[in-house]
C-alpha cells in the first residue's frame, strides 16, 4: 500500500519553490515518481526498484516557470497524480 503524505488533489507552492515529495510503501515495489509540466516536459524522474519504506525527496522548483505541473507516483496498484500551482 502507498500512502503518500499529499492531502488533497492540489498543492500550492509560492516563495522558495521547494517541493517535498514524501510517502510510505508498506510492501516491496517498483515505483516511477515524475514531476511533468502541461506540455508533458520533465522537470524531476526517480524509479525505485523493489522499495519499501519511508520515502522522501525535496525538489526545488524555483528554476522553473511559474505553471502548473503535475506530480504523478505510478506502481503496479496505478498512479497516484497531484496538481502542483507554482505560482
Known amino acids: 500500500e502507498i500512502m503518500p503524505s499529499l492531502v488533497g488533489s492540489e498543492m500550492c507552492i509560492r516563495d522558495r519553490g521547494l517541493i517535498t515529495i514524501s510517502f510510505n510503501s508498506t510492501r516491496k515495489n517498483d515505483y516511477k515518481i515524475r514531476i ?3 506540455l508533458g ?4 524522474e526517480d524509479e525505485l526498484t523493489k522499495f519499501s519504506g519511508d520515502y522522501k525527496h525535496e525538489v ?3 528554476k522553473y516557470s511559474k505553471a502548473i505541473y503535475f506530480l504523478e507516483i505510478e506502481s503496479d496498484q496505478g498512479v497516484i497524480s497531484k496538481k502542483i500551482t507554482l505560482q
Open 36 to 38: 511533468i509540466g502541461m
Open 41 to 44: 516536459e520533465s522537470v524531476f
Open 60 to 62: 526545488d522548483l524555483s
